[in-house]
């Protein structure tokens, strides 16, 4: 959960807490917070960045209702930005170059994953997978993200951010904008089908 | 009157994304979008489906209540949501969004309970509740009686089913007789074609050393089911509308005698009816004589405000701004095992009961002069 300021040339402030099963109660107040710290208000806000994921689906959909909310409270724009690509920007600014990967934990040991060629251009898209099944495509490169952490016989070599950062995430936006470049829309990439079972007929209670 | 509260009220328990707004005891929107459609075919609502959907429907039922209300969302005196119980997921959707909401616009945020609300929403059919009312909640998730001497503060659960709840008999016993998902509005057609006396079901927790206020259906579903089942491995025709009237008396006797039971034995002379059951057209008739026979007025909303929406917990809202009910903290949890006795919920800096000799350091309420 993270959330952060950013007035086009730096991030003012921002807050980060990893906490998986909270986000709808850390997200409105680390708002407050880093809106307090850089001493703006909601109101100045003139556009809103957030990550569509992949990831856990509960935390996205936190995430995007309340952007989208913001959005129309505040009559201002909502830009969706891959969460990878979040991870993957904010990879570059921690030194990684060249060709690597990005990976976060999708839970029931698969993850969320894409290769990059630099921290701005992906290869490949948003994909989910058991790591053994895509050892070979990221075999040798270095990897971001906790993903990638968890599954050493995997990924060779693990190298920093592990999360994502807001403020990546709004620097990145901020780029894009100076841009004119493309966004996604703010809407969740859950790459999964929902889970559903069909219950399978009426149970018989007498016996046959 | 102008001065009443203003309040815009969102429900995400279940799989209705419900919007509604009041001013006061009067409804002014109430839009909703059902995701009803999507679960039929798995016979059961699926969390993660209903998730989804809240996200997808959210801001345009929003934009829908605002346009049908003719008010603008800066007009509003504050923005109540469900905080539980229901499903997690779908709760934490419409807490997300009222929390935004509230924020962007300066407004307070007031998280409530479901139960409560499906109690309060009388008042915008039938004016200020009665203090104390007596309540009936049944519906696919809830069967409940439940005495409200304060709708904003004071709600005492005094009895609920042991098992499964009214609603869910009512698909099952569909879903037995092959009529589909949702089952009550199929049984209820049905059933008026039907002999209510034609079979005689049992009553469960109707005996004299049991819990007088509990509900118990399971025992019936499975009655019903080996009944049918009886009657195939026979050989013999199964009478639906027989079978559904029957099962429906069955589970309408149980709930409004025990209904006008805790009516008396607790002097109140009100009985509210609500949640998706209350539109059973049986339910209603078999309440409206025994209340009149007991001399109890009898108080149920329109079809439209039984089932979740959002004006039920907006109306909720309107009554905690009226009586200057304090307000949510911007971690407002949403709690999918909310119990009823917590009308509303002023957030996690709220203290807990038990530590209330530390509640100075603890308070943070919110009023509209201090959101920022
Ligand atoms: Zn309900």
Redesign the pocket.
Known sequence: MTAALHDGGRVLAESTVVDARRHGELLMPAVDRVLGEAGAAIGDVTGIVVGTGPGPYTGLRVGLVTAAAFGDALGVPVHGICTLDGIAYAAGLAGVEGPFVVATDARRKEVYWARYDSPREPVTEPAVDRPADIAQAVAGLPAVGAGAALYPEVFTDVRAPEHQSAGALAALGALRLAEGAEFAPPLPLYLRRPDAQVPAGYKAVLPK | MADEPLVLGIET??DETGVGIVRGHTLLADAVASSVDDHARYGGVVPEIASRAHLEAMVPTIQRALKEAGVAASDLDGIAVTAGPGLAGALLVGVSAAKAYAYALGKPLYGVN??AS?ICVDQLEHGALPEPTMAL?V?G??SSLLLAPDITSDVRPLGSTIDDAAGEAFDKVARVLGLGFPGGPAVDRHARDGDPKAIRFPRGLTGPRDAPYDFSFSGLKTAVARWVEAQRRDGLDVPVADVAASFQEAVVDVLTRKAIRACKEHGVDHLMIG??VAANSRLRSLALERCEDAGIVLRVPRRALC??NGAMVAALGAEMVARNRPSSTWDLPADSSLPVTEVSVPGHSHPHPEEHTHSHDHVHELSKDNLY
């Open positions: 328990s279940c479901h139960l499906h909640l519906s998730g809830h949640g998706g089932t979740d």
